[in-house]
T-cell receptor, first 112, second 114 residues
Framework: KAGVTQTPRYLIKTRGQQVTLSCSPI?????VSWYQQTPGQGLQFLFE???????NKGNFPGRFSGRQFSNSRSEMNVSTLELGDSALYLC???????????FGPGTRLTVL | QKEVEQNSGPLSVPEGAIASLNCTYS??????FFWYRQYSGKSPELIMF????GDKEDGRFTAQLNKASQYVSLLIRDSQPSDSATYLC??????????????FGSGTQLTVLP
């Protein structure tokens, strides 16, 4: 079974721009979570989607948003990029809401 | 504030030794606990999960959970240089009226010396 896929793998943007990242979960998985990983803050939870509904949200500003489609694929969007948004963005999927999460390879975002 | 604490290390052990990684968590009501391994430049990879008090073994890895002490650990027997990575402890926290939130510790960097 194919794992979690994320596109693009690398992205370079400038301050003020916006970006959309995509995540395709493992086939059959209905829950998708997003995380931001930086050297200083570690792995931080952004949000989790299940059945096209946001079920939980971490402590991030409203510039960070996401959505989930009927096929469980998910996108996250960051508007008005700041230098501090440079990070590895990880998507993880699980079968159901409380199940074990499996991570994708991540998208490395650099904001200049 | 739900917290997961890990000794950031670095932890160095000789090849063939037992590596012991520790983690404490703040919420006594937590029910599920995970260990992930992350190689430099890669994404986290699940090693083990544990839900019940006691030990759970999988090959060279043993997870230990003590809910009374709010403590979970990972033992790696016969450590190999390929085990050199950052090990992340993660705990599922639940808030009233809200779904779970998987919270990660800062990770312990392990180096296995040949």
């Amino acid at each position: 079974k194919a794992g979690v896929t994320q596109t693009p793998r690398y992205l370079i943007k400038t301050r003020g721009q916006q970006v959309t990242l995509s995540c395709s979960p493992i086939s059959g998985h209905r829950s998708v979570s997003w995380y931001q990983q930086t050297p200083g803050q570690g792995l931080q939870f952004l949000f989790e989607y299940f059945s096209e509904t946001q079920r939980n949200k971490g402590n991030f500003p409203g510039r960070f948003s996401g959505r989930q489609f009927s096929n469980s694929r998910s996108e996250m969007n960051v508007s008005t990029l700041e230098l501090g948004d440079s990070a590895l963005y990880l998507c993880a999927s699980s079968l159901e809401l409380e199940d074990t999460q499996y991570f994708g390879p991540g998208t490395r975002l650099t904001v200049l | 504030q739900k917290e997961v604490e890990q000794n950031s290390g670095p932890l160095s052990v000789p090849e063939g030794a037992i590596a012991s990684l520790n983690c404490t968590y703040s919420d006594r009501g937590s029910q599920s606990f995970f260990w992930y391994r992350q190689y430099s430049g890669k994404s986290p990879e699940l090693i083990m999960f544990i839900y019940s008090n006691g030990d759970k073994e999988d090959g060279r890895f043993t997870a230990q959970l003590n809910k009374a002490s709010q403590y979970v650990s990972l033992l790696i027997r016969d450590s190999q240089p390929s085990d050199s990575a950052t090990y992340l402890c993660a705990v599922n926290f639940f808030s009233p009226g809200s779904a779970r939130q998987l919270t990660f510790g800062s990770g312990t960097q392990l180096t296995v010396l040949p």
